[in-house]
């Protein structure tokens, strides 16, 4: 019960990342297993999403698994909140297993889209951006242009925009 309490405050957070480091793999499973029962308290609060990107850098993959596993089933939603998404975007920053699992379910179906819509998600659509090759690159963009009636109309979307046209001068080209 105190270890879900102990993720979502400052001096909490850094206790777990201590056990992390120096407790064994059978007790880092069990303090992680208290973790996944309130994952989405956990990786949505300003400092428990720190604990869950902590796992997911973990090298023992057995540990890591079942936590990847409900971040993956539930990108959508955690890559359109605030601090969840800066965990979306870590993985996807790290070129490991979980980064390149994550970036491919971004690319199926209108996901790319719906990140790119929102407030938070659109950071993680930035990130995937950068990260793929120049292919899936150019039909991301064609996927931004698509977007940009609705983007315009957004808060954040024009300066988004903005962001986009001065990263990616072919979208210039191919908006004319």
């Known amino acids: 019960k105190e270890i879900p309490m102990l993720a979502i405050n400052k001096k909490g957070c850094k206790l777990l990342k201590d056990c992390f480091d120096s407790f064994s793999n059978d007790s880092v499973i069990k303090i992680v297993k208290c973790i996944e029962k309130n994952i ?16 997911l ?17 539930n990108l959508i939603l955690f890559a359109t909140q605030k601090y969840s998404s800066n965990v979306i975007e870590k993985c996807i920053d790290n070129n490991d ?3 390149c699992a994550l970036m491919k379910q971004i690319l199926i179906g209108d996901t790319f889209e719906r990140l ?5 998600g659109n950071y993680v659509a930035q990130k ?8 899936v690159k150019d039909m991301l963009l064609n996927k931004v242009i698509l977007c940009v009636p609705q983007l315009k109309q957004l808060p954040f979307g024009q300066k988004l ?14 908006m004319l």
């Open 40 to 55: 989405t308290t956990i990786i949505t609060n300003q400092y428990g999403n720190y604990i869950i990107q902590s796992i």
């Open 57 to 73: 850098e973990m090298k023992n993959k057995e540990i890591k698994k079942s936590v990847f596993d409900l971040v993956r089933n």
């Open 97 to 99: 297993d979980v980064g």
């Open 116 to 120: 790119l819509l929102n407030n938070f």
């Open 128 to 135: 995937v951006l950068m990260k793929v090759n120049d292919d």
């Open 161 to 174: 925009l903005a962001k986009l046209l001065q990263q990616y001068p072919k979208l210039n080209i191919i």
